[in-house]
């Protein structure tokens, strides 16, 4: 079941602005992590922010997390066409289930 | 390290037959996934392998899937016979460990088209 809720579902920005991803969820968590998805290819990890964490840095990548308001966000600063791709968030989530639970997505269009 | 690698890219059926997917997981990882991703939506895991023992197939529609894991390495993903609805792409992920920040590390899928 999906539980991550990705929001906006679609973004369109120019080169050089910053994309704001959020995802929201709903149950206790573990750790939350990012992907990216190229069309037409496989998932790639992006960053892992543990539910201790507040916020996490990568290059141009910054997530936050807020477990009160069960939401993270990733900001992609300086965009670049080649960050044109979906991004997935998904929740690992803390107990005995701890299958990682995949949201349905932002696709992100960055115009040159 | 050499990535995920899956085969075929793309597989065009008819409903009512049969196909199979293959997947050669990173060497060393232990844990090996197989995800279903319909347009426009997130995975949505199938079968998880611990080595060649199955973890989760709760989501596994084990009247037409079936998935093995010979050897705890490569992994094949069936479906028979396929329907409409089958139509996705097939995604095969590993991870060193089954812990909880072991990161997923995926191939580029095969896309299925059924007719």
């Known amino acids: 079941s999906q539980q991550g809720e990705e929001d906006p579902q679609a973004l369109s920005i120019q080169e050089g602005e910053n994309a704001t991803m959020n995802c929201s969820y709903k149950t206790s968590i573990n750790n939350l992590q990012w992907y990216r998805q190229n069309s037409g290819r496989g998932l790639v990890h992006l960053i892992l922010i543990r539910s201790n964490e507040r916020e996490k840095h990568s290059g141009r990548l910054r997530v936050t997390l807020d477990t009160s308001k069960k939401s993270s966000s990733l900001l992609i600063t300086a965009s670049r066409a080649a960050d044109t791709a979906s991004y997935f968030c998904a929740t690992k989530n803390a107990g005995n289930n701890r299958k990682l639970i995949w949201g349905l997505g932002t696709s992100l269009a960055v115009n040159p | 390290e050499a990535g995920v690698a899956q085969s075929p890219r793309y597989k065009i059926i008819e409903k009512r037959q049969s196909v199979a997917f293959w997947c050669n997981p990173i060497s060393g990882h232990a844990t090996l996934y197989w995800y279903q991703q319909i347009l426009g939506q997130g995975p949505k895991l199938l079968i998880q392998?611990?080595?060649?023992?199955?973890?989760?197939d709760s989501q596994l529609p084990k009247d037409r899937f079936s998935a093995e894991r010979l050897k705890g390495v490569d992994s094949t993903l069936k479906i028979q016979p396929a329907k409409l609805e089958d139509s996705a792409v097939y995604l095969c992920a590993s991870s060193l460990y089954q812990g909880m920040e072991s990161p997923l590390h995926f191939g580029n899928g095969t896309r299925l088209t059924v007719t």
């Open positions: 392998f611990q080595n060649n023992g199955v973890v989760d």
